[in-house]
């Protein structure tokens, strides 16, 4: 079982940054393999961005050039760190860790059978 514990969120002005961070546990990790998704109230939970096993790193159009995920596989810690933030990025945010043993995870939500608790971003405009 993966436990996905999520912090980092918080109330922020429009251009400001934040780092959210997702700490894993439960399995042992050779290259952490998260995805990052949000929802926003009354909207369906989106993919954000993902890094493979290999340190490959993919984002949603809405996060390219903005966002950036990365990880410290010493504290099997993955972080997104998140700049230029907008009104629209407002959402609670989820980490989400694939089966065992998955290499390159998909960015659909279905391909993610653990999730974290999830933390809330909101932007101020």
């Known amino acids: 079982q993966v436990q996905l514990v999520e912090s980092g969120g918080g109330l922020v002005q429009a251009g400001g940054s934040l780092r959210l961070s997702c700490a894993a546990s439960?399995?042992?990790?050779?290259?952490?393999?998260i995805g990052w998704f949000r929802q926003a109230p009354g909207k369906e939970r989106e993919f954000v961005a993902k890094i493979n096993w290999n340190g490959g790193t993919y984002y949603a159009d809405s996060g390219k050039g903005r966002f950036t995920i990365s990880r410290d596989n010493t504290k099997n810690t993955v972080y997104l760190q998140m700049n230029s933030l907008k009104p629209d990025d407002t959402a609670v945010y989820y980490c989400?860790?694939?089966?065992?043993?998955?290499?390159?995870?998909?960015?659909?939500?279905?391909?993610?059978?653990?999730w974290g608790q999830g933390t809330q971003v909101t932007v101020s405009s």
């Open positions: 989400a860790a694939p089966p065992s043993g998955t290499l390159v995870p998909a960015i659909s939500t279905n391909a993610y059978p653990y």
């Open positions: 439960g399995r042992t990790f050779s290259g952490v393999v």
